[in-house]
């Protein structure tokens, strides 16, 4: 098993630097939340027990409800790392979700972000 710091650290003590990327573009928590829905598979109420529970990013990931098979379409380049090439699935689960981040923070179309 990998051991990347990022796996243990809590999904919670993130998010909040997520919200604070896209804001500060002017986009917004409610699209931040949708695409770790669209993501993850998990319900709005899901997602707000992971985060007040602060879940770790392995387990928020291990428990994800149904993970979209379209994350497989997300390509491009994160942390100087194209997200298709990374070879361990949590890293990578984590790379996407950096990724569609990045995305809404550079002003793309939801629907773009989304793979619709």
Known sequence: MNN???YKTSFAS???LYV????????TKPEVDE????????SQDELQVQLDSETNF???FAQAPQLNPSRALIKGVVCG???????EPTMQE???LDKLIDELARGKAMAKILRD
Not at 20 to 27: D, L, M, S, T, V
Not at 81 to 87: A, K, M
């Open 4 to 6: 990347h710091r990022i």
């Open 14 to 16: 993130v998010y909040p």
């Open 20 to 27: 604070a990327k896209a804001e500060k573009k002017g986009r």
């Open 35 to 42: 695409i770790i829905r669209w993501l993850t598979g998990y």
């Open 58 to 60: 392995e387990t928020f």
């Open 81 to 87: 790392v194209r997200v298709e090439d990374i070879q």
């Open 94 to 96: 984590i790379r996407y």
